[in-house]
């Protein structure tokens, strides 16, 4: 093998290697399965550490009772599972769901996120979305280097998820209760 295969197969394979043993041991959670909004336990000497981010404030002009399916419809769309729907407190929480993502594990380490809408009706046909997500890892997420692209994608995702409610309430709003 000629001295550049060499140096790829090295870069390639025991690189990641040598960095990954580099790494503080993650902070395993217990054995047991997880709760019922899908947060994995955890042990008490590794608690949760959760962030909290900020709510993103949109308004759709549509009734309450027609945004609560369509929102929970683009959730698994998004392929979350729904934790619990109140149409009446115009409420989604979805479960916990694991970040895959390389850069969120060496530098975040497992990290689960949630996502929340809540609407208010405003009027008879317009009506505020909050939508607010969580995100929790057993290292401390305040000052870590990813937050700052972690929040971007956030402002991204709660943006296009705002997006895609509002574009199918509109290509479907013969379906509207307030239809003709």
Known sequence: MSL?????????????????????????????PPGADGLPATNPKHPWKLFVGAPRVDTLSFALSDIVPVARRQFIHDEWQIFTVDAAEGRIVTKWKQMHHPLLLIFMGHVNARCMVTLQPLDRNRTR?????DLASHRELQGNPMLGAAKRAYAKAARNYVTEVRGYLNTHRNLSSLAP
């Open 4 to 32: 550049v295969g060499r140096v790829m197969v090295w870069a390639t394979v025991f690189l990641p290697l040598l960095a990954m043993t580099a790494l503080p041991p993650p902070a395993l959670a217990d054995k047991t």
């Open 129 to 133: 979305i909050v939508f607010q997500a």
